[in-house]
Nanobody
Framework: QVQLVESGGGLVQPGGSLGLSCAAF????????MAWYRQAPGKQRELVARITPAWSTNYGDTVKGRFTISRDNAKNTVYLQMNSLKPEDTAVYYC?????????WGRGTQVTVSS
C-alpha cells in the first residue's frame, strides 16, 4: 500500500525547535523527490522544503536558514528539522512524494507555535 506517514508534530514555544519525520511505504523512495508543505488556517498550501534523490534542496523564503530537510534512503524516511520557530509557522505540515506519474500526500501533522 502506497502511503506517507508523518510524525513529530506538536506544541512548541516561540524560538523552540521541533523535528518532523515522514515514513514512506510502497514506493521506490530513493528515486523520489520528497517535500514538506504546510497549510495554515485560511491560507493556501505552501512549499516548505524539497529534497531531490541527489540531495539537492530548496526552501520556501520564510523558512530559509531556520529549517533543514534531509532524507535517509535506508529508512525510507524524510525529515524536517525546524529551529527558531515562530507563531507564523503554525500550520498542518504535509509530506509529499511526486514524480511524473504520481503525486502522493500524507495526512499531515499539526505544528503549533505558541507561548
Amino acid at each position: 500500500q502506497v502511503q506517507l506517514v508523518e510524525s513529530g508534530g506538536g506544541l512548541v514555544q516561540p524560538g523552540g525547535s521541533l523535528g518532523l519525520s515522514c515514513a514512506a511505504f510502497g514506493i521506490a523512495f530513493r528515486f523520489y523527490p520528497m517535500a514538506w508543505y504546510r497549510q495554515a488556517p485560511g491560507k493556501q498550501r505552501e512549499l516548505v522544503a524539497r529534497i531531490t534523490p541527489a540531495w539537492s534542496t530548496n526552501y520556501g523564503d520564510t523558512v530559509k536558514g531556520r529549517f533543514t530537510i534531509s532524507r535517509d534512503n535506508a529508512k525510507n524516511t524524510v525529515y524536517l528539522q525546524m529551529n527558531s520557530l515562530k507563531p507564523e509557522d503554525t500550520a498542518v505540515y504535509y509530506c509529499n512524494a511526486a514524480d511524473d506519474l504520481r503525486d502522493i500526500w500524507g495526512r499531515g501533522t499539526q505544528v503549533t507555535v505558541s507561548s
